[in-house]
């Protein structure tokens, strides 16, 4: 709010500073107020994110990380490690809108995309494990249904191949003929997988030796043997079918109409809540063959109909036998990695679904992940078989280097992002307090973000803090500061903030002096970085080193506590409504002017009619232009705020609506 001449204000500060008790609760009580009595103003709601990654036989999935995702925009709202436990405990603010979140990792052999919803202010999700997902998931509509479907065993002939069913199968092609033993599928296993064939890196650059010509493709046998086939994980945006087919191996067909019999060993490889019914451990007994034998595999890319649960033969195939393959460039015609895995005697057996000339291809070649075993163990050849590669640690944190962002620093691992690595939180002020402003929240407008730089250990051992001006309307000259939750003991030093005026006292770490909570001061004057001529500010970059590593719980509930400095004056700060002022705050000028604050009541910067003088957003926030009340541009604010924040949760997305 542009501000009136000097004389003015002086005149109106004497006319109202007296202060009266008894007003203060008839204002209170008063029938024109725009929210009820302790709404305050909050846009956001603290969410309790309980996620643990799990292999199939309950061994944590340690140290990986773990994105979550707005479900209705797909907007990122917080990049985690999981602990020692396979853990993710934090709290986490979020926008009140949001009712379901996205939970994706990119760890091989996990359900990589999970669409969580938030039930009492909590996301309790288990991936992985005994039942492969627990807790508060939604399982898309073609899922729902668990009637069994029985198939005929042979089904169609094309060029003289005979495709058949293995048995019963559900109606999400799960099939019903599983091994009552599940397969294992071990952390080590896993930690394998991902240092060789990771999820999104091509895997020519990554490991060249798996797509050469000698690498062999397909299980040989040299003994009689059962041969299982276990499912592992998917990664597809397809309902792919997994079949196999047989051959001698001294006579191996020369094109794909020579096989005689292609079996659908699972009709939809596909997770459950992921378009399946899948569980990692999964297994089928493929049959008992002949020393002399040789299994080839074969996906069908999407080839299971959700509508008519069935398997579409005529969509494209890709097979073991490149040469069968539909790509016209001989070095993109493989489609399949097979891979020893000697510490448990297991072939891992990754399959790429999309054809490898096509740009949308990322040549991972782990589409669709199993692997096979033998019984007896050793009746598959491993002449020609590449091992899986050994986990990379450089640093010795615990942290593989795929997934440390710190590779050669065993102090640091991994930054987290609040709100994203990519957006920007808002804090919008009106800086006339005690005194009503003019309501149109522009007076100081900034953009916020935190980074939070961890251990392998989860712990915090830097943060980052970035603001920027996004606007500022006032005649003012104001500053702006953050109470932290937490003493300024722990804190060894901040760097970064712009410091103009004198009014600021600092501790030797950098934190305001004569704080019992750590305090920082980003900057004292916003005319000193913010350029109104031409709406540029400068961005201001704080780093805040710890003395040891902190728990990364202390540092939830971001924004904490921000707060504006009316005009130079650091007795008179602006706080979001309901938030306590720091140690320096004048307190007797709560209840006076237009301030129906209430210590005692734990009522904080609350005006005349319950308007508050500052609001929080964890998104983008446009305010409006210079001497239009907020509610006049929001339409839906006067109804949100009414409700108490129970209506139109995101009426700040709806400018003029």
Not at 160 to 177: R, V
Not at 247 to 257: D, E, G, L, M, Q
Not at 522 to 534: L, M, R, V
Request: aromatic share 12%; net charge negative; charged share 20%.
């Amino acid at each position: 709010m542009r501000k009136l001449i000097l004389g003015l204000f002086i005149i109106a500060s004497i006319v109202a500073c007296k202060k009266d008790n008894t007003g203060i609760y008839e204002e209170i009580n008063n029938s024109d107020n725009i929210a009820p009595n302790g709404f305050n103003f909050a846009t956001t709601k603290t969410v309790k994110i309980n996620i643990r990654l799990l292999t199939n036989i309950n061994e944590p999935i340690a140290k990986i990380p773990v994105t979550l995702y707005n479900a209705a925009n797909g907007n990122q709202l917080l990049k985690s490690l999981t602990d020692s436990e396979g853990r993710i405990d934090v709290s986490l603010n979020i926008a009140s809108y949001i009712d379901q979140i996205i939970v994706k990792n990119d760890y091989v052999g996990l359900n990589n995309k999970v669409l969580g919803f938030i039930d009492n202010n909590s996301l309790n999700l288990t991936i992985g494990g005994g039942k492969g997902l627990e807790g508060n998931f939604i399982i898309p509509a073609l899922n729902k249904n668990t009637s069994n479907r029985v198939s005929t065993q042979s089904v169609k002939t094309l060029s003289g191949t005979l495709f058949t069913y293995m048995g019963a199968f559900e109606s999400n092609g799960k099939p019903k003929y599983l091994t009552p033993d599940k397969g294992k599928v071990s952390a080590q296993l896993l930690s394998y997988i991902n240092a060789s064939i990771p999820s999104t890196v091509d895997v020519r650059t990554n490991h060249p030796e798996y797509m050469a010509d000698d690498a062999k493709q397909t299980l040989d046998l040299v003994k009689d043997a059962d041969v299982f086939l276990t499912f592992v994980t998917e990664s597809a945006e397809l309902t792919n079918t997994v079949a196999f087919y047989t051959y001698p191996t001294n006579n191996p067909p020369k094109n794909a109409s020579e096989i005689n019999e292609i079996k659908f060993a699972f009709p939809n490889s596909s997770f459950i809540g992921s378009g399946g019914g899948l569980i990692s451990g999964d297994r089928v007994n493929l049959g008992n063959f002949k020393a002399g034998t040789s299994v080839a595999f074969m996906i069908i890319a999407d080839g299971w109909d959700i509508s008519n649960e069935t398997v579409k033969t005529d969509r494209t195939k890709f097979y073991s036998n490149k040469n069968f393959n539909p790509e016209s460039d001989q070095d993109l015609k493989k489609h399949t990695v097979l891979l020893n895995f000697a510490q448990e005697d297991l072939f891992v057996l990754g399959i790429e679904d999309v054809n490898r000339e096509s740009p949308f291809c990322d040549h991972d070649i782990n589409d669709a992940l199993f692997y096979a075993e033998s019984f007896p163990k050793d009746a598959i050849s491993k002449t020609g078989i590449v091992n899986l590669d050994t986990p990379k640690d450089t640093d010795g944190d615990g942290v593989t280097d795929q997934f440390d962002e710190y590779p050669t620093d065993p102090k640091k691992a991994y930054n987290n992002y609040f709100p994203s690595k990519d957006s920007w939180g808002t804090l919008a002020f009106e800086d006339n307090w005690p005194l009503k402003g003019d309501y149109d929240m522009n007076d100081l407008v900034i953009n916020y973000r935190y980074t939070y730089v961890t251990n392998a250990n989860n712990n915090a051992v830097e943060m980052n803090a970035d603001y920027k001006v996004l606007t500022s309307l006032a005649f003012f000259q104001n500053g702006f500061g953050v109470e932290l939750p937490f003493s300024p003991s722990i804190i060894d030093n901040v760097s970064g903030y712009i410091k103009e005026k004198n009014y600021i006292k600092l501790n030797a770490n950098g934190t305001e002096a004569g704080q019992d909570k750590a305090v920082i001061i980003p900057f004292d004057n916003q005319k000193s970085i913010y350029n109104a001529a031409n709406g540029v500010s400068e961005q201001v970059s704080m780093v805040i080193k710890f003395i040891a590593p902190q728990p990364i719980n202390i540092l939830s509930n971001a924004p904490y506590n921000p707060f504006l400095i009316s005009d130079g004056r650091r007795s008179h700060e602006i706080h979001l409504p309901g938030k306590t002022p720091t140690n320096l705050a004048d307190k007797a000028l709560f209840g006076f002017q237009d301030d129906l604050s209430n210590p005692s009541a734990g009522r904080y910067y609350i005006g005349t009619n319950n308007w508050p003088w500052a609001l929080q957003f964890t998104e983008p926030f446009n305010p409006p232009a210079e001497g239009i009340a907020i509610d006049q541009v929001y339409s839906k604010f006067g109804a949100w705020a009414s409700s108490g924040g129970s209506s139109f949760t995101d009426w700040y997305k709806n400018l003029g609506k």
